[in-house]
């Protein structure tokens, strides 16, 4: 699948899912907090389902999908 999360969003998303799973897991948090899986596992494979139904990406424009983002 093309890469369709940009460099920032991926970030986002990594940070969002690990403290989400995080509190989970030490159980701060009810079970609800293991949807952070969904942007972690999203954030690491550059690839949201969601938007490739929608045909949207926020990649950067030079990248044009193939994660050349650094």
Known sequence: MKCNIGCS???VRLVIGSVLVTLAITH???A???LGLIPLVTGVMKVCPAYALLKRSTCC???KGGCGCS
């Open 32 to 34: 609800w907090g293991w």
């Open 9 to 11: 969003e991926r970030n």
């Open 61 to 63: 424009k030079d990248c």
């Open 28 to 30: 701060n948090i009810g």
